[in-house]
């Protein structure tokens, strides 16, 4: 082999590593950042006595329900202010069926 081979077959060499190492630094370089992790969203509702249960099946207190007032909304509700049931979740009922659409609620969005 002449050295004239030789020193292009080195050449060729170079120039791969220096293209592979161009890209591995490109790879690290140019990559999308990393979108931060979402924070946790805590509510606090202050009270002066203790909460009962969550379920409010079983909840009969007062405290109980006002923190349960705040945090989730029933199929119907009264209308502020009256004794007049308005919807809430639902969207219309009769006497023996509920009609619950466009049900997106993904909470009090802070």
């Not at 099946?57 to 349960?68: I, Q, R």
């Amino acid at each position: 082999m002449s050295l004239k081979a030789i020193t292009t077959k080195a050449l060729v060499l170079v120039l791969v590593v220096v293209i592979i190492l161009a890209a591995v630094v490109a790879l690290f370089v140019f990559r999308p950042a990393e979108a931060p992790p979402e924070e946790e969203k805590i509510i606090f509702i202050g009270v002066t006595d203790k909460i009962t249960d969550l379920d409010p099946a079983n909840a009969y207190d007062f405290f109980t329900w006002e923190v349960l007032n705040n945090i989730m909304e029933g199929l119907v509700k009264y209308e502020l202010g009256t004794l007049e049931i308005v919807p809430g979740l639902a969207e219309s009922w009769t006497e023996l069926s509920w009609i619950i659409s466009n049900c997106t609620h993904t909470g009090l969005g802070i």
